[in-house]
């Protein structure tokens, strides 16, 4: 007699501990982030102690070649932006943080500007803002690593204020070459002062969010700002919505 589906089933062959969960741990990140936990009232496990003769997990493997050129492109404009001193938010400043990540990223995230955190440490989104970032990056089934993070602006605005007019006008050069330098394939943009520099729309990000976007031919997303979203978690669903996007033009 032939097997049945149920006993077909059970003759597969079970993923790997190590895969597996990392594939429950992606699935339970975009959960959170869908807001889905809260409305299941689904609590994290707690890990279980790994098997002692389990191999360790394999490494991800990274998201693109990296190109050379790439590399060298960022350290010139880097160069080229120096001890910056074009516009006031130099005067307060304790370190200018021009960005972070692998030069040769499929997705460039692009934020405001430092905040506090940033500013002390001299790295893009490393306070509670870039630890969601950190959580949404993971989500989407990648690593900090694999990305490239950078701000509009890259010295922080007094009182974590919004970054004035002349001061964007100023500093969104230097994020164009940024972008140019890396050529990813998608864009992703945290908040309203990204979303509408890099749209030239001045719309709210509720509106901009709606449709993808583009930035001198490259895919552009929208969607809100880590810090916003820590205020307002009630729009985690839409976040996840906007992730979804990017994973699916990363295919």
């Not at 050379?68 to 932006?81: F, I, K, S, T, V």
């Amino acid at each position: 007699m032939g097997e049945s589906a149920a006993e077909q089933a059970s003759l597969k062959v079970c993923p790997h501990p190590g895969e597996l969960v990392r594939e429950l741990r992606h699935l339970l990140i975009s959960l959170q982030l869908s807001g889905m936990t809260e409305r299941l009232q689904i609590r994290p496990p707690q890990p279980a102690p790994a098997a002692p003769d389990a191999p360790p997990p394999s490494p991800v493997e990274p998201s693109t070649t990296l190109d050379p050129a790439c590399a060298d492109r960022l350290q010139d404009l880097r160069r080229d932006l120096g001890d910056c001193r074009r516009c006031r938010l130099h005067e307060g400043r304790h370190h200018l943080v021009f960005g972070d990540g692998s030069p040769g990223a499929r997705l460039v995230l692009v934020g405001e500007g430092p905040g506090e955190d940033e500013d002390r440490q001299g790295r893009p989104f490393v306070g509670k803002a870039g630890k969601l970032l950190d959580r949404m990056i993971e989500a989407m089934g990648l690593e900090r690593a694999q990305v490239y993070i950078c701000n509009v602006v890259k010295c922080r605005p007094p009182g974590n204020r919004n970054p004035l007019e002349d001061e964007i006008a100023t500093c969104s050069p230097f994020l164009f070459r940024q972008l140019e330098a890396i050529r990813p394939r998608v864009i992703c943009a945290l908040g309203a002062c990204a979303a509408q520099t890099l749209t030239q729309k001045k719309i709210a990000v509720g509106q901009l969010r709606r449709s993808t976007h583009f930035w001198r031919g490259t895919p552009l997303v929208v969607t809100y700002h880590p810090a916003y979203l820590l205020r307002s978690p009630a729009q985690k669903a839409a976040v996840w919505q906007d992730l979804r996007e990017v994973m699916k033009l990363l295919e």
